[in-house]
């Protein structure tokens, strides 16, 4: 069985500066890997998702993330955040065979600071 | 294009009450999923339906809750009887169909809150 792990729970960040959200899978199988968001109230919208090819995805709203299968990594980065980013973070992991289901991580909550 | 409709979007009971949702998901989706997602943790699939079949309900507390897909169009989960475990946030997604490369389109959820 796969599982997700962010590595933090909540990420202040000033707007305009960079931001990383880390995010670490176990698998012993190829998975696919996905980070979706959640604004408050509302339901989650994909931001990106890694099937196969490049290990660099973009994604909507100026998000990309890089799968790096020797780390089990899929890190989502932004080169300058703004307040409209400020929402709750989920990356997920799915069997490429097999059950196929998604697995989300515990979430990271990103707040943004003028 | 409508996305995925939930409701009620809030509901408060008591421990032992019954309760259910309701999901109406995308105009021609054939995959629908009920998630369950407690404060503080991602979204768990509870149940997972193609057309009006159950693909994978393996993590469906099978003794109090059920979900049915009568027309392969929208959905109800029920929770018959609550505890107090079981305040969280329900989500409904779609997808045109199965498989993991499918993209899944969530709607607003229904927040539980069992007193």
């Known amino acids: 069985a796969q599982s997700v792990t962010q590595l933090d729970s909540q990420v202040p960040v000033f707007e305009e500066a960079p931001v990383e959200l880390r995010c670490n899978y176990s698998?012993?199988?190829?998975?696919?890997l996905f980070w979706y968001v959640q604004y408050p109230n509302q339901g989650l919208q994909l931001l990106l998702k890694?099937?196969?090819?490049?290990?660099l995805v973009k994604g909507i709203n100026g998000f990309e993330a890089e799968f790096n299968k020797s780390q089990t990594s899929f890190h989502l980065r932004k080169p300058s955040v703004h307040i409209s980013d400020t929402a709750e973070y989920f990356c997920?992991?799915?069997?490429?065979?097999?059950?196929?289901?998604?697995?989300f991580g515990q979430g990271t909550r990103l707040t943004i600071n003028p | 294009e409508a996305g995925v409709a939930q409701s009620p979007r809030y509901k408060i009971i008591e421990k032992r009450q019954s309760v259910a949702f309701w999901c109406n998901p995308i105009s021609g989706h054939a995959t629908l999923y009920w998630y369950q997602q407690i404060l503080g943790q991602g979204p768990k699939l509870l149940i997972q339906f193609q057309n009006n079949g159950v693909v994978d309900d393996s993590q469906l507390p099978k003794d109090r809750f059920s979900a049915e897909r009568l027309k392969g169009v929208d959905s109800t989960l029920k929770i018959q009887p609550a505890k107090l475990e079981d305040s969280a946030v329900y989500l409904c997604?779609?997808?045109?169909?199965?498989?993991?490369?499918?993209?899944?389109?969530f709607g607003p959820g229904t927040r539980l809150l069992v007193l």
């Open positions: 997920a992991v799915s069997e490429v065979q097999g059950a196929q289901k998604l697995v």
């Open positions: 997604a779609s997808s045109t169909t199965q498989g993991a490369r499918e993209t899944q389109y």
């Open positions: 890694y099937l196969s090819g490049s290990t």
């Open positions: 698998s012993s199988v190829s998975v696919y």
